[in-house]
């Protein structure tokens, strides 16, 4: 079996600053991996070099098709990039306005998503995306109400049924529970784990918080300095961290 997803060689700068500095890393099929780190340590640019938002300065990333062939993802043409996007893979942003389009009703941010990826009829998709709503437990009742009318957690839930709702092999998700109230943090966190080991979904996914990463990775990233310093299986790495860094953030997060 192939890796689903490979960073090669990764090298990125910003003037003087290496946001990534050779960095390599693959995401095996069925596996959830967190990149941890300080602000500025590059893990977010990580992520989005991977997810072909931004382009390296050095090395290439590799996605594996479910036929097993290799794409160079910064060699896609635009158009089957977004292609991609649309079927493939799915991406959960911090900030779930970033990844909903407020003007349009709950019900049709999920519908807008299966309609990109060739659904046609109206009567399948509204079903579906009333199926999602109460999939990420909010009331489809709701389903023609706009998103600015639901809370910051609904409407991270939102974005997830928007996300998940073709079925993506890849889901890159940057800081998912970031700014929202520890309960409602619980909660979602509980919501992301028990939608990724129903659909058997890849997940890469960017976070500060230690116990987000214990919860729901398999393995764990450890990224300062534009660089990889340290990663394992998740529980080796925060009850037997080896770099003295990793060490730092595992201690300041028993010590809160």
């Known amino acids: 079996m192939s890796p689903i997803l490979e960073g090669q060689d990764l090298a990125l700068r910003f003037g003087a600053v290496r946001a990534l500095d050779d960095v390599s890393l693959s995401l095996w099929p069925g596996e959830v991996v967190a990149i941890v780190g300080e602000s500025g340590s590059g893990k977010s640019t ?83 995306a009333a199926e999602w709503m109460s999939r990420v437990e909010m009331d489809p009742a709701r389903m023609d109400e706009a998103p600015r009318n639901f809370s910051g957690g609904m409407q991270q839930r939102l974005q997830i049924a928007r996300c998940l709702v073709t079925r993506p092999r890849l889901v890159f998700m940057d800081e998912p529970t970031g700014g929202l109230d520890v309960s409602v943090q619980a909660r979602l966190l509980d919501l992301i784990r028990s939608l990724v080991a129903e659909l058997g979904l890849a997940v890469l996914f960017v976070t500060h918080d230690i116990a987000a990463a214990r919860l729901l990775a398999h393995r764990i990233v450890v990224m300062r300095h534009g660089r990889i310093v340290e990663e394992g299986l998740a529980d080796r790495v925060l009850d037997d961290p080896r770099h003295p860094y990793t060490q730092l953030l595992v201690a300041s997060v028993l010590a809160a």
């Open 46 to 128: 990580l992520l989005r070099v991977l997810a072909g938002l931004m382009e390296p300065q050095a090395g290439r990333v590799l996605y594996h098709d479910a036929e097993g062939a290799a794409q160079d993802v910064h060699a896609l043409r635009e158009a089957e990039r977004r292609t991609l996007m649309r079927r493939d893979w799915g991406f959960v942003h911090q900030n779930a306005r970033d990844g909903l389009r407020m003007g349009v009703s709950a019900g049709g941010n999920i519908g807008e998503r299966l309609m990109a990826a060739g659904g046609r009829h109206y009567g399948n998709i509204r079903a579906a």
